[in-house]
């Protein structure tokens, strides 16, 4: 009976017009701080910023949207940061074209870690992501091409469709930010889609959709691939930005820094993993000085988040406004 009287609350004629005008400001919002960012930020940390908000977002459409929990999403972040300098880089591909390497790496990965792991449920599949992550990160510690311990160093911004030049901070900037506008605004239609409908139909009750005659099985790979392919195309961008690949962007740490972005936003929101991951970036970023002990103030801020904000920062906004899932 709770159930039924939720829905009919969230689906009331005025809870959708207020829902869609929430839902409106938010996406004014977020448009108007992509535009002007350059104007208060320095465009390198706002290019950061994009990326990772562009990780978190993917990473909650297979946690928030299908309920798979993946800790190894770093390997696809990390191996197409590689495979995109690699192409840049060695090859002499243009910057569109090795950030489209990478993001095709990452969903053709992200199809083969899938086909293993979703054959299993739970924690089990979790620790199945892992584990093939830490083959990864195994692969760019030895393989000669991704420079080890050193990274892949020096790669070219080079051109824009051989005109517009990304050397130059501005440039790269709103390319970044076209990036990130387009992967977000295919992760909001994938979610608003009749796709999308039945992955969160499997998120709430597996069985049911089973029973209603939907491929469980291939809906939760083709959520994985595109998880992955869209963490991919975040990597690829990101190693453009810095101009360079790392471990670290392969470590399963940063597996874990990006489900912290997504459950300090809010888990299952459309804005939330954007507002976790400026957070958790910003404060890197602004406790740097501190050393390891930023982690411990990131640590008590989750903690705090947790016992305050049991939906995340965005998911109790959405319950105040009582505007159901349009945030």
């Known amino acids: 009976m709770t159930d039924i009287a939720e829905f009919e609350a969230e689906t009331a004629p005025e809870t959708v017009k207020r829902g869609r005008v929430v839902q409106g400001l938010a996406w004014a919002v977020l448009l108007a701080a992509v535009l002007i960012a350059p104007a208060f930020l320095y465009p390198v940390f706002a290019m950061q910023l994009l990326c990772f908000a562009l990780f978190a977002a993917a990473f909650n459409l297979l946690i928030g949207f299908t309920g798979l929990l993946s800790f190894g999403h770093a390997a696809f972040f990390g191996g197409a940061a590689y495979i995109a300098g690699h192409v840049i880089k060695i090859w002499g591909f243009p910057p569109i074209l090795g950030i489209l390497a990478g993001t095709l790496f990452a969903a053709a990965l992200g ?6 792991a979703i054959r299993r449920q739970g924690i089990y599949f979790a620790m199945i992501t892992l584990a093939l992550a830490q083959i990864v990160y195994f692969f760019a510690l030895q393989m000669p091409f991704t420079g080890g311990e050193d990274g892949l160093q020096g790669i070219p911004r080079g051109h824009l469709l051989g005109v517009i030049d990304l050397s130059q901070p501005l440039n790269m900037y709103y390319f970044v930010a076209a990036v990130f506008l387009i992967g977000f605004a295919v992760i909001y239609r994938v979610v608003h889609s009749p796709f999308g409908q039945v992955l969160q139909a499997i998120r709430e009750n597996e069985p049911r959709a089973l029973s209603l005659g939907y491929n469980v099985d291939r809906f939760k790979l083709l959520a994985f691939v595109l998880s992955a392919g869209l963490a991919g195309l975040a990597g690829s961008t990101k190693a453009l ?3 360079f ?14 489900i912290l972005m997504t459950l300090l936003g809010g888990m299952g929101t459309i804005f939330g993993p ?12 602004m406790l740097s000085g501190i050393g390891s002990w930023v982690q411990v103030v990131i640590g008590g801020t989750f903690i705090a988040c947790v016992l305050l904000f049991r939906r995340g920062i965005v998911g109790e906004i959405a ?9």
């Not at 199809?111 to 293993?116: E, N, S």
């Not at 690949?245 to 820094?257: I, P, R």
């Open 111 to 116: 199809w083969l870690v899938g086909m293993l």
């Open 241 to 243: 930005v810095f101009q």
């Open 245 to 258: 690949a790392s471990l670290t962007d392969a470590h399963w740490q940063m597996s874990g820094e990006v």
């Open 274 to 285: 954007v507002v976790g991951a400026v957070i958790v970036v910003a404060l890197q970023h």
């Open 319 to 327: 319950r105040m406004l009582k505007v159901g899932g349009w945030l």
